[in-house]
């Protein structure tokens, strides 16, 4: 089965950047899409950034411009570049992997969570 691994958060100041990085591993054909999520205290998880199977990219609205995801398909690692970090990007943050190919932030495509990391940012 797909395992994926996060790592990368911590606590940061407003203005600052973080690099999450999640490693995935198992049937190539159980992630063909891949996506970062985020859950705040009180709050429903959301989709930040995702990867569609043809490539594709979608971010939120309240993270375009300021976080970048990427992935390397011969490492089998996804990233999420965050810079410009406020105070309402303290979450945890997911990484998530789906054997569907579109769709890439609904939290329903996806089949395989990690356990998350905590990113913490204070003003």
């Known amino acids: 089965s797909v395992q994926v691994v996060e790592s990368g958060g911590g606590s940061v100041q407003a203005g600052g950047s973080l690099r999450l990085s999640c490693a995935a591993s198992g049937p190539t054909d159980e992630r063909k899409m891949m996506a970062w999520f985020r859950q705040a205290p009180g709050k429903e998880r959301e989709g930040v950034a995702g990867?569609?199977?043809?490539?594709?990219?979608l971010y939120a609205s309240s993270v375009k411009g300021r976080f970048t995801i990427s992935r390397d398909n011969a490492k089998s690692t996804l990233s999420l570049q965050m810079n410009d970090l406020k105070p309402d990007d303290t979450a945890v943050y997911y990484c998530?992997?789906?054997?569907?190919?579109?769709?890439?932030?609904?939290?329903?495509?996806?089949?395989?969570w990690g356990q998350g990391t905590q990113v913490t940012v204070s003003s």
């Open positions: 998530a992997a789906s054997r569907m190919s579109r769709g890439a932030l609904d939290r329903g495509m996806y089949a395989y």
């Open positions: 990867i569609e199977n043809d490539g594709s990219v």
